[in-house]
């Protein structure tokens, strides 16, 4: 026995040795970490943690994430599972060339890499001697470049995974010439390019993933030599070209997936050959033509997404499906009359998605037995009200139905459907009370009923810890402003409603609202000091109620806002000189999250309506991050407008117009770089319009009309193009080109500063000149009507002076 022990003991001893990994791979890992190491900028927080046991002192066999075989005569590195290696706040680039060192494990069968935010492109080394390579995982960095041609040398490579990265494919001069680009830059990195045809080399592949990448043109031919391919993932490129018509040849595929493209034609019929697809990803895309009913006889289809096409469905066919589907996207795919039977016969069904159609008839009671987890009808003509046992199933999770015809009371069990998270019923034609037992869902996070006709007490909300996103607007509501919202909520419309009473000083207890939008409502009272507190604020609407007293100072307190809109109350008093420190309305925002952000669902946001040059207008809320706007138009603000309000360059819109306010228009305004839009309108404004105005290069709408504004309007920028006779109507004599008033001459200035040409009708327009087109248009204007002659050539700063007198 002992002797046993003995020659057991030593046998491990011999085995510890001899197994251990060869000393050059030890090295070329060590190598590897190194270079990772230094690559990072120490000064910012990252963890490498995952390679603490990459020490020279042991066994690289045993390492985290490295695996070596297991063949007792050699131990060498086979797998290395290299993903997500460093952690950080934000992701640290790396650069492509720490991969380098790799190249000598050449017993390497599987390199995950993914998810490092490695940049640059592939160094073509790397995978040369990597020959036994079978699974390539290189998901998820910023690779870019072209594919280098030695990875379609890795014969046995099973799995390749490039998705989402910034690659795109090689192009040639000669494939440029054919495809005619008009501009062909083969350096221009942004020039996508065509998946290599020596795709079709590694015939042994079975999944290829290339999805979110920047690979235009056609889908190679050589990827039907694939013919173990089971997954092919080419979503989001901009691939060109009709599916390929012998795609039906690769009958080991169980996932096609080609959606976000620019695919064209139709349905290839070949598609029905493929016995084993489960997965059939087709939408947003420009096909066309009917969908072929022999889709539904695919017996191992689960998942079709056909949405967001040119298709075309036969409503006169009677399905009877031989698949039985897990998802079903038909939307925009012109269905009309009721909501099809035959999706009755899926069972598993547990996202269905036919908005943009044009359905009619009731929400059918079977669609409500289906228990579906997403369920998305928007944009149809649906009608009746919704059955109560929708609201009973264990699955529900996102419903949406805006703009259909639905009315009557939403279900009193509403609140029995615990998990759903995503509520949408605008632009419908739903009434009375929302049901108290909504506040029984724990997980819903957006509610959306604007554009109906609710009416009554708004239950409350606070048992819902989650729900962020609020929009009662455009309803029936009345009493006073309720405070009955979660904590998370950030996002919260009530206007146009009948909401009265004072602003709720408690609103502040709402410590994450990002957008309060009580617009068109009977709000009376003043605002209160408290608002200040809201530091998260980004958009506040008060536009058309009955505030009155003043504008706080502290309002400067609002850091994020972006958006002030209270218009069309009764405010008074002066503009706080401090208005002009909101921060938000100065530097051009760059961090904010837009509303839709938080969502990563298929829905459309309600528009925020504001005033928008002249008319109402949506600002989308896709893109509201990028709009700052100050509107204190129709109030009863007196005083002198601010200089401080020229520190917000951020502003595209300022509107101060039907007030009170007096003295002269700031020069400062010349400082708000971004306005393109400004109104001053009806107050009672004097002296001249300062010249600092034609600095403002975006502005396209001006009205500075009803003042008791006098002297020459400024030439120069955009001010030539601002020759709208009635945004300079009813002032005190006010003169200039724009419309076509000469100023008279000043005889308190003699000539002596300006050179001779000055006298010329291009010098007097001067500064114009660097911005044409709209000093242009208005001199042939001038020239065709004639009035030339009638007008002297003028001086600009005789008649800045006389404006002074
Ligand atoms: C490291 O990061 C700091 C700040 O993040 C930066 O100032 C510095 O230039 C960076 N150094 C290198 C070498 O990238
Ligand atoms: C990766 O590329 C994207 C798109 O160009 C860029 O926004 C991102 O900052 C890059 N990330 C790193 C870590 O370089
Ligand atoms: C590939 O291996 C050979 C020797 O086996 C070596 O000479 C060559 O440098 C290696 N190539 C790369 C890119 O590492
Ligand atoms: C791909 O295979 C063809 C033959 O089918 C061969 O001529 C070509 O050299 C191969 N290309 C690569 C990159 O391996
Ligand atoms: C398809 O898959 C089957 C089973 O997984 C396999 O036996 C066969 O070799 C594969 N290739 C082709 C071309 O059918
Ligand atoms: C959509 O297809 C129809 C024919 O079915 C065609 O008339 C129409 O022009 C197509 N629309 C687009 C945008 O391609
Ligand atoms: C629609 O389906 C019906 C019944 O299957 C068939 O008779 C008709 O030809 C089809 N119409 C089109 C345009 O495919
Ligand atoms: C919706 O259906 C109703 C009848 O149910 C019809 O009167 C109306 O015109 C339809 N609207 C649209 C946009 O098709
Ligand atoms: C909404 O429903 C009411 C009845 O409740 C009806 O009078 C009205 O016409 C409906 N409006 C629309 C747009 O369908
Ligand atoms: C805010 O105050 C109102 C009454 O003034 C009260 O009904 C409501 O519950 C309060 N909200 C919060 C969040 O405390
Ligand atoms: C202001 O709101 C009232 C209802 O409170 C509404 O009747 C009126 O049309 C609104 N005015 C404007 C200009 O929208
Ligand atoms: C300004 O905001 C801070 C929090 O950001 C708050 O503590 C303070 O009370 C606010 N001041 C006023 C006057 O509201």
């Known amino acids: 026995m002992a002797e046993l022990r003995l020659l057991l003991f030593s046998l491990s001893i011999l085995f510890s040795t001899s197994l251990c990994c060869p000393d050059d791979q030890k090295l070329a890992l060590l190598h590897f970490k190194s270079s990772l190491l230094d690559s990072i900028n120490s000064s910012t927080q990252y963890s490498l943690s995952s390679l603490d046991s990459w020490d020279d002192s042991s066994d690289c066999c045993h390492w985290d994430m490295v695996t070596c075989s297991s063949r007792s005569n050699s131990r060498k590195v086979v797998a290395l599972h290299l993903d997500s290696l460093v952690l950080a706040e934000q992701p640290i680039p790396i650069p492509s060339m720490v991969l380098s060192p790799l190249s000598l494990i050449k017993s390497l069968m599987l390199l995950d890499i993914s998810s490092n935010y490695i940049v640059g492109e592939i160094p073509p080394g790397v995978f040369s001697n990597l020959s036994k390579l079978v699974h390539l995982d290189m998901m998820q960095n910023n690779f870019s470049g072209s594919i280098p041609p030695q990875i379609f040398h890795l014969r046995y490579l099973q799995y390749l995974d490039m998705s989402s990265n910034l690659l795109k494919g090689v192009i040639s001069k000669e494939v440029g010439s054919l495809l005619n680009l008009r501009v062909l830059k083969l350096d221009d990195n942004s020039l996508g390019g065509y998946i290599p045809e020596e795709i079709g080399n590694l015939t042994k592949l079975q999944q290829l993933n290339l999805r979110s990448n920047n690979f235009f043109g056609m889908i190679p031919s050589s990827v039907l030599f694939l013919k173990e391919l089971e997954i092919l993932e080419l979503r989001d490129n901009s691939l060109s070209v009709e599916i390929p018509k012998d795609i039906g040849d690769l009958t080991n595929l169980t996932t096609l997936a080609l959606?976000?493209?620019?695919?064209?034609?139709?349905?290839?019929?070949?598609?029905?050959?493929?016995?084993?697809?489960?997965?059939?990803?087709?939408?947003?895309?420009?096909?066309?033509?009917?969908?072929?009913?022999?889709?539904?006889?695919?017996?191992?289809?689960?998942?079709?997404?056909?949405?967001?096409?040119?298709?075309?469905?036969?409503?006169?066919?009677?399905?009877?499906?031989?698949?039985?589907?897990?998802?079903?996207?038909?939307?925009?795919?012109?269905?009309?009359?009721?909501?099809?039977?035959?999706?009755?016969?899926?069972?598993?069904?547990?996202?269905?998605?036919?908005?943009?159609?044009?359905?009619?008839?009731?929400?059918?009671?079977?669609?409500?037995?289906?228990?579906?987890?997403?369920?998305?009808?928007?944009?149809?003509?649906?009608?009746?009200?919704?059955?109560?046992?929708?609201?009973?199933?264990?699955?529900?999770?996102?419903?949406?139905?805006?703009?259909?015809?639905?009315?009557?009371?939403?279900?009193?069990?509403?609140?029995?459907?615990?998990?759903?998270?995503?509520?949408?019923?605008?632009?419908?034609?739903?009434?009375?009370?929302?049901?108290?037992?909504?506040?029984?869902?724990?997980?819903?996070?957006?509610?959306?009923?604007?554009?109906?006709?609710?009416?009554?007490?708004?239950?409350?909300?606070?048992?819902?810890?989650?729900?962020?996103?609020?929009?009662?607007?455009?309803?029936?509501?009345?009493?006073?402003?309720?405070?009955?919202?979660?904590?998370?909520?950030?996002?919260?419309?009530?206007?146009?409603?009948?909401?009265?009473?004072?602003?709720?000083?408690?609103?502040?207890?709402?410590?994450?609202?990002?957008?309060?939008?009580?617009?068109?409502?009977?709000?009376?009272?003043?605002?209160?000091?408290?608002?200040?507190?809201?530091?998260?604020?980004?958009?506040?609407?008060?536009?058309?109620?009955?505030?009155?007293?003043?504008?706080?100072?502290?309002?400067?307190?609002?850091?994020?806002?972006?958006?002030?809109?209270?218009?069309?109350?009764?405010?008074?008093?002066?503009?706080?000189?401090?208005?002009?420190?909101?921060?938000?309305?100065?530097?051009?925002?760059?961090?904010?999250?837009?509303?839709?952000?938080?969502?990563?669902?298929?829905?459309?946001?309600?528009?925020?309506?504001?005033?928008?040059?002249?008319?109402?207008?949506?600002l989308s809320s896709h893109s509201l991050e990028i709009y700052s706007l100050l509107d204190l138009s129709k109030n009863q603000l007196s005083g002198q407008l601010p200089a401080s309000l020229g520190h917000l360059k951020g502003l595209k819109l300022l509107n101060i117009s039907y007030n009170h306010l007096s003295g002269k228009i700031p020069a400062t305004f010349g400082n708000l770089e971004s306005l393109e839009s400004l109104d001053l309108s009806r107050n009672r404004l004097s002296g001249s319009i300062p010249r600092t105005l034609s600095k403002l290069q975006e502005l396209t709408t001006l009205d500075v009309s009803n003042n008791k504004l006098e002297g020459q309007i400024p030439v120069g920028g955009q001010m030539d193009t601002m020759n709208d006779p009635n945004s300079y109507a009813n002032n005190s004599g006010l003169c200039g080109f724009q419309i076509l008033l000469p100023c008279p001459p000043d005889p308190e200035q003699p000539q002596v500063k300006q050179p001779e040409a000055d006298d010329s009708w291009f010098s007097w327009q001067g500064a114009g000149i660097g911005y044409s087109v709209g000093f242009f248009a208005t001199i042939t204007i001038i020239l065709v009507s004639g009035c030339i002659s009638r007008l002297p050539p003028q001086n600009r700063h005789r008649s800045h002076r006389r404006q002074r007198v």
């Open 259 to 618: 959606s976000g493209n620019r695919m064209t034609g139709g349905i290839t019929s070949s598609i029905q050959k493929l016995h084993k697809l489960e997965t059939l990803r087709l939408e947003n895309n420009v096909l066309s033509g009917g969908i072929p009913t022999w889709l539904f006889d695919i017996k191992s289809l689960k998942d079709l997404f056909l949405g967001g096409n040119n298709l075309t469905w036969n409503n006169t066919v009677n399905l009877e499906p031989k698949c039985m589907l897990a998802q079903l996207s038909l939307s925009s795919c012109r269905l009309a009359g009721r909501i099809p039977d035959w999706i009755s016969t899926q069972k598993d069904l547990v996202f269905l998605d036919l908005s943009r159609n044009k359905l009619e008839g009731p929400f059918p009671e079977w669609v409500a037995e289906m228990d579906i987890g997403s369920i998305f009808l928007s944009d149809n003509n649906l009608t009746g009200s919704l059955p109560p046992r929708l609201f009973r199933s264990e699955s529900l999770s996102v419903l949406a139905l805006s703009r259909n015809s639905f009315s009557g009371e939403l279900p009193s069990n509403i609140g029995d459907a615990i998990k759903v998270m995503i509520l949408v019923f605008s632009g419908n034609n739903f009434s009375g009370q929302i049901p108290k037992s909504i506040s029984k869902i724990y997980r819903l996070l957006l509610l959306d009923l604007s554009g109906n006709r609710f009416s009554g007490n708004i239950p409350d909300f606070r048992p819902n810890a989650l729900l962020a996103y609020i929009d009662f607007s455009y309803n029936e509501f009345s009493g006073e402003i309720p405070v009955i919202f979660s904590q998370e909520t950030r996002i919260l419309s009530l206007g146009k409603n009948m909401f009265s009473g004072k602003l709720p000083s408690n609103l502040t207890d709402l410590n994450n609202l990002e957008h309060l939008d009580l617009h068109d409502n009977r709000i009376a009272g003043e605002l209160p000091m408290s608002l200040s507190q809201m530091s998260t604020l980004q958009v506040l609407n008060l536009r058309n109620n009955t505030l009155e007293g003043s504008i706080p100072s502290t309002i400067t307190n609002l850091t994020n806002l972006r958006i002030l809109d209270v218009s069309s109350n009764n405010l008074s008093g002066e503009i706080p000189a401090k208005l002009g420190d909101l921060v938000g309305m100065i530097d051009t925002p760059n961090t904010l999250r837009s509303v839709s952000d938080m969502f990563t669902f298929p829905i459309e946001f309600s528009d925020l309506i504001v005033n928008w040059k002249k008319s109402k207008q949506g």
